[in-house]
């Protein structure tokens, strides 16, 4: 047995110094394919081409027969190619090329891949970073298995603004969740490492400050100080680095007049000097191009010099790069020295993803067909569906609901519709049978329970017609599930609204049935923050549901009769209307705070609408109760190096199992410059059996308390501080003082 053992470590062992030693030999093998490699082949590696399928862009005139092209070596990257049949044929063509260098296939994989996830935004609300790596791993396993060596994603962008379309992309408005999602998202697409076969190479986007979108409209211009850069909108990529993401993604927008694409304090001297980031820069598509519409240069020239000169290695689809720098290197604007350092970045990448020894690793048809669509990813989607969902309201207990009811009336227009439960973002993949949409599911687990439908109405329209219908539906049922929300195309890239109630006479409907006196259930589907004031206000339950990918019927049925306790809180705060946004739990206070939302008189509020939102950062219920007690302290000061920890007990009060998400928010009393209201600084997801207590404990250390002063110093100041624990960011149980000793 020991001289098993011993065999198995030494084998164990030799293929860990091989993999190291092939790791260390990268760099030699890289120098070596440069120096044969002449101007032309190496600006071939910075230009990336848009496959000959679905675009994710705006289509550029084509540029001849890409084919052709990549055999001539002047294409290093292809996207939305996917399938190892398709992927195959442009890596032969790369293979005929002078050189043989293989290409890397790069693919927006934002949810899933076959198997669809639920948006990013609706995972974030899970506060579940297991799951939601798990999410990303197996995402990455099926993409990998279809051809796919590079995802676009995690989107790790701040939203404080839901009319931004793409805030259903990434985490929300919190830095500190945002950072952990970054994380879990990064390391559970790469894996155990660049090179594992079912491995890709993520990508934190957008770099940076794209969230902050002026007016929430995308593509838009962001103006902000740079010390809210670094507190707010910088901290998830640095995550992500940490984490070990291969490449970043440049924005569209400028940041205080510079176009992300050309700029160099970004990409140069925060992300490739101060972070020492070793993956390369993407443009996104086409915004290298784009900076002659900001204004910024006069022409695809000008664009070019910029850009790689700022550290954009990587030309997404504005054919700035292959028409232009070898003109530039001629005319001396920029350096080979600066191109060969672009290529050596992406060079690494390929050699790193294995694609030298085996351009075709990733085109395994028996594999694609073998780890697409499991079981288990199957379960996994609705496992993190059902975590996704948001109890907001649940008057009298109205949930869950009893599966000894005669009949249920399931109206709304999004009741049997299957595309949009996917959402916005999602690859056309797999066949609409494996949508279980929400009928379906109600259906699956309904038992005797009678099933009776009406649309009632559009997503869109304002037509009525369906009301009557609707209205005798309900008068027929015991009770009434309402499926309500966007189409799936309402909020996703290029889709910003100023106007973010609920679409169309879904409103109106609701009221309609509402009248009718029967309980009545709504279902909120959609892939951003809506206002729905009167429903929030007068429907007794309300579930918010978000997008949830090919297992939402199934993930929603579970939660409407309680086979799942939901236990997912907002990451994002929803407005009462437009007017308040942009609008999120960490601000500053002011010098005439509002003491309440009826405070008007000569305070910094609203004289028409009050001040706080219509659910919090950080709101979500169970079907059970937890109780917060006895809050502890090991002491009250602390020296600057020190730390102390914080305990306290919370215990499950209801009757029902359920999770609840503790959350623990510091705030610094007073400072020199001044620190918002409240800050996230850490949290705990538990599992409480009925009358279950558990001791939950939080360590507070100078990083918990540091922050950027004016000259970008991170730093500490001794002081007060207030310490609140909650179920929520407007829901604090527990809070008390300690101080920083100087």
């Known amino acids: 047995m020991n001289i098993t053992k011993t065999l198995?470590?030494?084998?164990?062992?030799?293929?860990?110094?091989?993999?190291?030693?092939?790791?260390?030999?990268?760099?030699?093998?890289?120098?070596?394919?440069?120096?044969?490699?002449?101007?032309?082949?190496?600006?071939?590696?910075?230009?990336?081409?848009?496959?000959?399928?679905?675009?994710?862009?705006?289509?550029?005139p084509d540029v001849g027969n890409k084919l052709d092209a990549i055999k001539r070596g002047e294409v290093g990257s292809v996207l939305n190619i996917v399938g190892v049949k398709h992927t195959r044929v442009f890596q032969e063509a790369a293979m005929q090329s002078r050189l043989k260098i293989p290409l890397l296939f790069g693919q927006d994989v934002i949810h899933g891949y076959s198997v669809t996830f639920p948006i990013p935004l609706a995972e974030a609300a899970s506060w579940d970073v297991q799951a939601i790596e798990k999410s990303a791993r197996i995402a990455a396993t099926e993409a990998a298995a279809g051809g796919v060596h590079w995802t676009f994603a995690p989107m790790v962008d701040i939203a404080r603004d839901p009319r931004w379309g793409r805030v259903m992309e990434g985490a929300g408005e919190d830095p500190y969740l945002g950072s952990l999602i970054a994380t879990a998202r990064v390391k559970g697409f790469q894996g155990k490492g660049l090179g594992s076969l079912d491995a890709v190479m993520a990508c934190a986007k957008h770099f940076a400050a794209y969230g902050a979108a002026t007016g929430g409209r995308d593509y838009n211009s962001v103006d902000m100080s740079l010390r809210t850069l670094w507190e707010i909108y910088l901290p998830p990529f640095k995550a992500a680095l940490d984490a070990g993401a291969a490449t970043f993604m440049n924005s569209f927008n400028d940041l205080n007049g510079i176009p992300a694409s050309g700029n160099r304090y970004l990409q140069r001297d925060i992300l490739k000097g101060k972070w020492g980031f070793k993956g390369f820069v993407v443009s996104d598509w086409g915004s290298i191009g784009e900076m002659i519409n900001h204004g910024y240069v006069k022409d695809n020239y000008e664009a070019a010099e910029a850009a790689i000169n700022a550290g954009s290695d990587m030309d997404m689809e504005s054919r700035s790069y292959i028409k232009n720098l070898a003109k530039l290197v001629a005319d001396k604007k920029v350096s080979v020295a600066v191109i060969d350092?672009?290529?050596?970045?992406?060079?690494?990448?390929?050699?790193?993803?294995?694609?030298?020894?085996?351009a075709y690793r990733f085109s395994d048809a028996e594999r694609e067909k073998q780890a697409i669509n499991t079981r288990e990813h199957v379960e996994a989607a609705r496992d993190i569906a059902r975590k996704s969902i948001v109890l907001l309201k649940n008057e009298h207990q109205l949930l869950p609901l009893s599966r000894d009811l005669n009949s249920i009336a399931v109206i709304g227009p999004l009741a049997k519709l299957k595309k949009e439960m996917k959402g916005f973002w999602a690859l056309n993949?797999?066949?609409?049978?494996?949508?279980?949409?929400?009928?379906?599911?109600?259906?699956?687990?309904?038992?005797k329970t009678k099933l009776l439908y009406a649309k009632g109405c559009e997503i869109t329209d304002t037509s009525r017609a369906g009301f009557n219908e609707a209205y005798k539906t309900a008068m027929q049922a015991d009770v009434v599930v309402m499926a309500m929300g966007e189409r799936f195309d309402m909020t996703g890239e290029a889709k910003s609204r100023s106007d973010i109630h609920l679409p169309g006479v879904q409103e109106e409907l609701i009221k309609a049935i509402m009248s009718t006196g029967k309980p009545v259930?709504?279902?909120?589907?959609?892939?951003?923050?809506?206002?729905f004031n009167w429903t929030a206000d007068h429907v007794p339950a309300i579930l918010y549901t978000w997008w949830l990918g090919n297992q939402a019927g199934n993930a929603i049925t579970d939660v409407l009769y309680g086979s799942y306790n939901p236990g997912a809180k907002l990451p994002i705060t929803f407005p009462r209307t437009e007017g308040q946004i942009p609008i999120y739990y960490n601000h500053f206070n002011t010098g005439r705070p509002a003491r309440n939302d009826n405070d008007v008189n000569y305070t910094s509020a609203y004289i028409d609408l009050p001040n706080s939102p219509k659910y919090a950062f950080g709101h979500g219920l169970s079907y059970t109760n937890f109780t917060y007690s006895n809050l502890r302290f090991s002491k009250k000061s602390m020296l600057k190096n020190g730390s102390i920890t914080v305990s306290f007990d919370l215990q499950n009060?209801?009757?029902?199992?359920?999770?609840?998400?503790?959350?623990?928010?510091?705030?610094?009393?007073?400072?020199?410059?001044?620190?918002?209201?409240?800050?996230?600084?850490?949290?705990?997801?538990?599992?409480?059996?009925?009358?279950?207590?558990?001791?939950?404990?939080?360590?507070?250390?100078?990083?918990?308390?540091?922050?950027?002063?004016?000259?970008?110093?991170?730093i500490t100041q001794p002081g007060e501080f207030r310490l609140m624990i909650g179920s929520a960011s407007d829901d604090i149980r527990l809070q008390d003082n300690f101080v920083l000793a100087d």
């Not at 350092?341 to 085996?358: H, N, P, Q, S, W």
């Not at 259930?521 to 206002?531: K, S």
């Open 429 to 447: 993949i797999g066949d609409e049978k494996e949508i279980v949409s929400l009928y379906e599911g109600m259906q699956n687990q309904g038992g």
């Open 653 to 714: 009060t209801g009757k029902y199992p359920g999770e609840e998400v503790a959350q623990f928010y510091l705030r610094d009393l007073v400072s020199q410059p001044v620190r918002p209201v409240k800050e996230l600084k850490g949290f705990q997801k538990l599992m409480l059996q009925p009358g279950e207590t558990k001791t939950i404990t939080f360590t507070i250390d100078k990083e918990k308390l540091a922050f950027y002063n004016d000259k970008l110093e991170r």
């Open 8 to 60: 198995i470590f030494f084998c164990l062992l030799g293929v860990l110094n091989t993999a190291f030693s092939q790791q260390r030999d990268i760099p030699k093998k890289v120098d070596a394919l440069l120096k044969k490699m002449t101007l032309a082949e190496k600006i071939g590696q910075l230009n990336q081409y848009n496959g000959d399928w679905e675009a994710t862009g705006p289509v550029t």
């Open 521 to 531: 259930v709504v279902l909120l589907m959609a892939g951003r923050p809506m206002v």
């Open 341 to 358: 350092e672009a290529v050596r970045r992406i060079l690494t990448k390929k050699y790193e993803m294995g694609l030298f020894d085996d």
